[in-house]
């Protein structure tokens, strides 16, 4: 049997189409596992388990193996039904500790809990210390080049833990998970000789497989994509059970091929989460008292369910007036507008946000919903990226500059008081000076409440990377950055400069990291507000009075501002339904 076992596979997608991988390979020579026989009882029985594993390894997994396993639908590994060269026994932890270290975008951290979720049930134990860990799995993130650079130093820094490890404790093994293992795909495995397993975002399912197989020195990878995993059965371990609010995946991948963006490649085609699903998820937070839920997705608002038949009719959606898609029109399911109003009527007390939306996605129905309903919050991320049309066209956004501005104007009508927040990009692929000073020109006349500003990177495999030169020097896209990011701070300070003197509806946090003597939590406009831990009045009970706990709506009046914060005093503990609009 030739040592690499692999299977490669074209994906079951058009004009995305790469190559997913499936990968399972023999690599004793690079294992840190000595061949000689070991000290330890543990280690002679483990030495054991990998000869009879390899010799299960020799006669199988087949290539019929592989292909069923990736078949569309895909089938979810199961535990009672293990591949045919493991038995039950084998997949499950065995009291393996898991350390799990998040990077990048929330969507990871809700990944990481799925990921959690998963190998708790397989019967590993979570640890919080490095040291005891038996099992490191880095949930990593591809979006820039910097993102993957801290990877590949903290990596480094892993091996010396792997190579120090006493040989009376199980060998360490580690995993790369989430869009590196997806991008680089067997590139880690060769780069990293010390990395035992990798899984792309739609491979967390397979996780106790992986581990079986790394257990016996092995090599193992999934970063096969899914045309439908949306692990809506997994309900994700919160990771801080004394938080006040959660995220709640509603869909999964991107269909719109930004030009700069890796995205569609490592996350897949756009899959959305049956409705019914998300309901029960958020009726459990609920009632485990959680106080705020944000839905999120790469493009929460595209959110389409399909499963139910009786809705896929033949109505296509409504865009944003003047947007357009790089993609064939979509019909039929259930769209964000109804999960949103859905979602709002679970509890009245719960705060619903979401993240991240693409402006083509905002049809009237999901603002007239925003603006009605008292526990949606008035706040959208709207990410522009560019301020020039030219730029925008590169980027294939599917929108001018004037649409998106005529769009901004809708929106602030539509919803008095909305706050607004964008991503930009500095330095895009022939971006030149006048480009860039629109850039500057649009954040002056949006003026954002918040604003995530980066720097072009480029990625391999995007059409930007194929088709533009990435010909701005790192020079001039960091000092465009800088000028960016000063123009938006001084635009936020004025937007949040109308909000001193105002009343606020705040939702409590805890304790101010800066301060033991003040409270932190955050307003409708998601900033956060920092004012003195004082006794006040319940709206419902002057008679008594109670210190603000995380997790209490309390109305702040608000003194003073920054480009990032509010300051104020606390005037009352409320609740959602109380309060109406301030200011
Ligand atoms: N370089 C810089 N920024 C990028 N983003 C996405 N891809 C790149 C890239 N190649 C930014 C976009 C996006 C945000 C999540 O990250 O602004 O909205
Ligand atoms: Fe990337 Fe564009 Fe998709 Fe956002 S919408 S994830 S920027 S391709």
């Keep these: 049997m030739h040592p690499l076992q692999c299977v490669l596979q074209t994906q079951r997608w058009g004009p995305l189409a790469s190559v997913s991988w499936l990968l399972l390979r023999t690599c004793r020579a690079h294992s840190n596992v000595p061949s000689t026989a070991c000290p330890s009882l543990e280690r002679q029985q483990e030495d054991g388990v990998r000869k009879d594993f390899s010799s299960r390894l020799a006669s199988g997994p087949t290539f019929q193996h592989f292909l069923r396993s990736a078949s569309a639908p895909q089938e979810k590994p199961d535990m009672e039904d293990p591949p045919p060269y493991l038995t039950v026994d084998e997949l499950l932890g065995r009291q393996r500790k898991v350390y799990l270290e998040t990077y990048g975008c929330q969507m990871n951290v809700n990944d990481t809990e799925i990921a959690w979720s998963i190998l708790q049930k397989s019967g590993y134990l979570r640890t919080r210390n490095l040291q005891e860990a038996d099992v490191i799995l880095l949930v990593t993130c591809s979006i820039r080049e910097k993102a993957e650079q801290t990877i590949w130093n903290r990596l480094h820094q892993l091996k010396a833990l792997k190579t120090k490890r006493l040989r009376s404790r199980v060998p360490l093994r580690i995993g790369i998970l989430g869009c590196m293992a997806e991008r680089l795909k067997e590139e880690i495995l060769n780069r990293e000789k010390m990395v035992d397993i990798l899984a ?7 996780l106790p497989r992986l581990l079986a197989v790394a257990e016996s020195g ?12 949306t692990y809506a059965d997994v309900m994700p371990v919160q990771t801080s059970p004394s938080a006040t609010s959660a995220f ?13 963006c890796i995205v569609p490649f490592t996350r897949g085609r756009e899959r959305s989460r049956p409705v019914a699903s998300i309901l029960e998820e958020v009726r459990k937070l609920s009632e485990q008292g959680l106080k705020e839920v944000t839905l999120l997705g790469q493009n929460v608002n595209s959110f389409r369910d399909s499963s139910e038949v009786q809705f896929n009719n033949a109505v296509s959606t409504n865009l944003s007036r003047g947007f357009s898609t790089n993609y064939k029109p979509k019909q039929g399911g259930l769209r964000f507008a109804h999960l949103l109003d859905q979602v709002s009527r679970v509890d009245p007390e719960m705060r619903i946000r ?21 526990n949606i919050c008035k ?14 066209e590169a980027m294939r956004r599917g929108y001018s500059r004037e649409a998106y501005v005529e769009l901004i104007h809708h929106i602030r009508e539509s919803i008095p008081g909305v706050s607004l927040s964008s991503d930009f990009i500095a330095g895009f692929c022939g971006e030149t000076e006048d480009d860039h000073l629109q850039t500057v020109s649009l954040l002056r006349e949006v003026q954002y409440n918040m604003g995530f500003l980066f720097a072009y990177s480029m990625r391999q495999k995007t059409r930007a990377y194929h ?17 960016l990011i000063t123009v938006f701070r001084e635009e936020a300070t004025k937007a949040n400069m109308a909000s001193v003197g105002c009343t606020q509806l705040v939702l ?56 990032q914060t509010l300051k104020g005093h606390v005037l009352c503990r409320t609740t959602l339904k109380d309060s109406s609009a301030y200011c």
């Design 200 to 206: 792309g975002p739609d491979a967390y399912r397979d």
């Design 218 to 229: 092995q090599q193992a990878a999934n970063v096969l994509l899914s045309l439908d995993e």
């Design 248 to 260: 709640v995946s509603i869909m999964r991948g991107c269909d719109n091929m930004c030009s700069y």
């Design 354 to 374: 979401f993240t991240s939306p693409h402006p083509k996605d905002f049809p009237d129905e999901v603002l007239q919903l925003i603006h009605e309903r008292d």
């Design 379 to 392: 706040q959208i991320h709207l990410p522009a990226q560019s301020g020039s049309s030219r730029v925008l």
């Design 467 to 483: 088709r533009l030169k990435d010909d701005v020097p790192e020079e001039v896209k960091l000092r465009r950055l800088e000028e």
């Design 508 to 563: 409590v946090e805890g304790v101010s990291k800066r301060s033991a003597t003040d409270l932190c939590g955050r307003n409708d406009g998601n900033l956060k507000v920092i004012f003195p831990d004082v006794e006040m009045e319940d709206v419902n009970n002057s008679e008594v009075k109670v210190r603000a706990q995380p997790g209490d709506y309390v109305l702040v009046k608000i003194t003073s501002t920054s480009s």
